[in-house]
């Protein structure tokens, strides 16, 4: 990222049009960061997102709430030749993590540069007149950002454009009745979504985005360690298989079924992350089951974007082929629960193992000093990466039911996108509860 004293560290405010809105959300143009999400339910403030207290704390906690590219979690490093639409290109992925291992886009991704704020919308050239017009009516408070990658940044080839949409909308529906018969309230959503495209003819490149946020639903209300871990939090993914990962991260190509293991939450009897919790913790890739109907795609052809067509209405709608809701987590105390629907094939579930409180700071409201040093402990986060499979173009057993193989070749655009939903529930004592969106 860029020097502290660099104006993208100054965070955008986006808050729902309400006295008292129900969401807020503060963005960094430094590394697309979210610094924080605010959720105000039952006369209280949460925020739900871990990291620093100060924006600039982002420079050395990294990977906290960013942006991840050119290519999200672990590439094997070297020089591939990749193929599309009879374009060839070579990506050669540098080491950063260990001398075999490119992590989350090289030594410089997409999360250590500042990312311009476009002031008129109807100037992004990747976003569509229709849904420009969505973006101003139904997602009242947005902001859309953009960069450019240049061609051969950390071995991807090709210059490609990106420009990521961050929005809330308004609550819709009336309340659902949980599992244990409270209602559960829609507090607003948050939808990014990522489009990219290569300026360049007769080029390939690997494209895999995500949001590296980490949240914690119940470390606002400073109750010590138990409302500090994110054990209690009880999860919920659609998904038959992980990846199977060699000792470095990677993948090796195969799936495992999670039925009978510790990634079956589903058979959990709380279906909290702390029962059965593996020894290391949780950093593993979920497969998303079958749909019963396809998501849009991440990849489309340039020339099917035209003028009316609305992609991001349909990221919104609620009975739409992109509404499923493909992974939960519900806080053990709080009464919140988030919910994703998206359009990528899998997800990355990380319980923040690796987390030094010596070399990291967390927010003071929960329950830290701001000051480097007191930082958070593993477990106290729930990070939930949604994008395409680790070196899918390698691995085509690994894709899953879409069988994208996430390279983009030029004259076709990226497109990626996940809305979370907020939502808090009668009787927070009682537990978390699944919900019934």
């Known amino acids: 990222m860029a020097s502290p004293s660099d104006p993208s560290f100054t965070p955008i405010l986006l808050t729902l049009p309400s006295l008292t809105p129900s969401l807020a959300l503060e963005v960094l143009p430094a590394g697309l960061t979210l610094h924080?999400?605010?959720?105000?339910?039952?006369?209280?403030?949460?925020?739900?997102?871990?990291?620093?207290?100060?924006?600039?704390?982002?420079?050395?906690?990294?990977?906290?709430?960013?942006?991840?590219?050119?290519?999200?979690?672990?590439?094997?490093?070297?020089?591939?030749?990749?193929?599309?639409n009879g374009f060839r290109s070579v990506v050669s992925p540098k080491s950063n993590e260990a001398p075999t291992v490119s992590l989350h886009g090289g030594p410089k991704g997409f999360d250590a540069y500042p990312w311009e704020p476009i002031a008129d919308p109807s100037t992004a050239e990747l976003f569509t007149p229709a849904e420009i017009a969505t973006i101003q009516t139904r997602l009242p408070t947005s902001v859309i950002f953009k960069r450019i990658s240049e061609d051969e940044e950390e071995g991807y080839p090709g210059r490609l454009l990106?420009?990521?949409?961050?929005?809330?909308?308004?609550?819709?529906?009336?309340?659902?009745?949980?599992?244990?018969?409270?209602?559960?309230?829609?507090?607003?959503?948050?939808?990014?979504?990522?489009?990219?495209?290569?300026?360049?003819?007769?080029?390939?490149?690997?494209?895999?985005?995500?949001?590296?946020?980490?949240?914690?639903l119940d470390a606002s209300l400073q109750e010590g360690?138990?409302?500090?871990?994110?054990?209690?939090?009880?999860?919920?993914?659609?998904?038959?298989?992980?990846?199977?990962?060699?000792?470095?991260?990677?993948?090796?190509?195969?799936?495992?079924?999670?039925?009978?293991?510790?990634?079956?939450?589903?058979?959990?009897?709380t279906g909290r992350i702390g029962e059965n919790f593996p020894e290391r913790g949780y950093d593993e890739f979920y497969l998303f089951s079958g749909r019963a109907t396809p998501p849009p795609p991440s990849i489309l052809p340039a020339s099917e974007l035209k003028p009316e067509v609305d992609l991001v209405g349909a990221a919104l709608s609620r009975d739409g082929p992109a509404s499923e809701q493909v992974a939960s987590l519900a806080g053990g105390?709080?009464?919140?629960?988030?919910?994703?629907?998206?359009?990528?094939?899998?997800?990355?579930?990380?319980?923040?193992?690796?987390?030094?409180?010596?070399?990291?700071?967390?927010?003071?409201?929960?329950g830290g000093s701001g000051a480097v040093g007191d930082?958070?402990?593993?477990?106290?986060?729930?990070?939930?990466?949604?994008?395409?499979?680790?070196?899918?173009?390698?691995?085509?057993?690994?894709?899953?039911?879409?069988?994208?193989?996430?390279?983009?070749?030029?004259?076709?655009?990226?497109?990626?996108?996940?809305?979370?939903?907020?939502?808090?529930?009668?009787?927070?004592?009682?537990?978390?509860?699944?919900?019934?969106?």
């Open 36 to 84: 924080r999400l605010f959720v105000q339910a039952d006369g209280k403030t949460h925020d739900i997102l871990i990291g620093p207290e100060d924006p600039t704390g982002h420079i050395t906690q990294k990977y906290t709430n960013t942006i991840i590219g050119r290519y999200a979690n672990r590439l094997p490093v070297g020089s591939f030749s990749v193929e599309r």
């Open 162 to 216: 990106i420009e990521a949409l961050v929005g809330l909308a308004q609550p819709e529906g009336a309340p659902n009745l949980t599992t244990d018969g409270k209602k559960e309230w829609n507090l607003g959503s948050v939808l990014i979504v990522y489009r990219a495209k290569l300026l360049e003819e007769s080029k390939v490149t690997p494209i895999n985005l995500t949001q590296h946020w980490g949240f914690n």
């Open 225 to 269: 360690d138990d409302t500090l871990t994110v054990k209690d939090h009880a999860i919920s993914i659609k998904a038959d298989n992980t990846l199977e990962l060699n000792s470095e991260g990677l993948s090796t190509g195969s799936l495992l079924p999670v039925a009978g293991t510790y990634h079956a939450h589903a058979e959990k009897t």
């Open 333 to 366: 105390k709080s009464g919140l629960r988030v919910s994703f629907a998206t359009n990528q094939p899998g997800v990355q579930f990380y319980s923040n193992n690796l987390s030094a409180p010596e070399k990291g700071a967390r927010k003071k409201i929960h």
């Open 375 to 437: 930082g958070y402990p593993p477990g106290t986060a729930a990070f939930l990466e949604f994008h395409a499979p680790l070196a899918a173009w390698i691995h085509p057993q690994t894709r899953g039911p879409t069988g994208e193989d996430s390279l983009l070749a030029s004259g076709e655009v990226y497109n990626n996108f996940v809305r979370l939903d907020v939502w808090y529930r009668d009787g927070a004592a009682s537990g978390p509860s699944s919900g019934g969106d």
